[in-house]
């Protein structure tokens, strides 16, 4: 593969590929390296290379600000949320919503992709977390210009409730790309919704037994009279 990281290539389609055409590579080539079915020692690489290939190409304003940076004008895309951190660099996704977390769900985890053309930076740093969020991991590729980093939420003991917001950054050379993280902590336990079945009257041998008991009461009464 040429020196920096190319989508185009790694997914194998034309700079004119239709959506259609860039999912289904992807999906072709996912299957093909993907590490539980393929133990190649550069199958784990090469499918995180296809899903950040696909990251970039499957988002309009992305894939339209790649081919600025590198001169290959593409197909007219209609604009979208704003993905190039600067010239050159692209981040996938914008920003980072964990969600809701509380008891029933305490950990989310995502991943942020960081791609550029040219030369590998010098160096490749990133945000270690804060009191809510934590990197647990990255990768980089060592054919091509990808990095993948994992990030994780999940709420300190004691934490109030509410929203929270944070950055990741990611530092490229001399550069640096910022993804916003936000969050909705809660300790509050959702009751659910009990089911139909649930709410139905349970009929017991002690039901059956006092009905029994019953029905000997009025035949004895009945009797005796």
Do not use: C, K
């Amino acid at each position: 593969m040429a020196p920096g990281f190319d989508p185009y290539a790694v997914l194998g389609v034309s700079r004119d590929a239709t959506d259609a055409q860039i999912a289904q590579a992807r999906r072709q080539l996912s299957r093909q390296y993907h590490p539980d079915v393929n133990s190649a020692a550069d199958a784990r690489t090469r499918f995180e290379e296809v899903q950040a290939a696909f990251d970039l190409l499957g988002d309009p304003t992305a894939r339209a600000e790649y081919d600025r940076a590198t001169r290959h004008p593409g197909a007219a895309r209609p604009p979208g949320a704003a993905t190039g951190a600067a010239h050159g660099i692209v981040v996938q996704p914008a920003s980072v919503d964990f969600g809701r977390l509380g008891p029933g769900r305490p950990v989310a985890d995502a991943t942020v992709t960081v791609t550029w053309t040219g030369a590998r930076p010098s160096r490749i740093t990133s945000d270690q977390g804060s009191e809510w969020w934590a990197t647990v991991g990255s990768a980089v590729s060592a054919s091509s210009g990808v990095a993948v980093f994992h990030l994780r939420a999940r709420p300190p003991a004691g934490m109030p409730d509410g929203r929270r917001d944070a950055q990741f950054t990611a530092t490229l050379g001399d550069t640096s790309v910022v993804v916003p993280l936000t969050a909705e902590f809660t300790r509050v336990v959702w009751p659910t919704v009990p089911d139909a079945a649930s709410l139905r009257p349970r009929v017991t041998w002690v039901n059956w037994l006092l009905v029994a008991v019953f029905i000997v009461i009025v035949i004895v009464t009945f009797a005796v009279h």
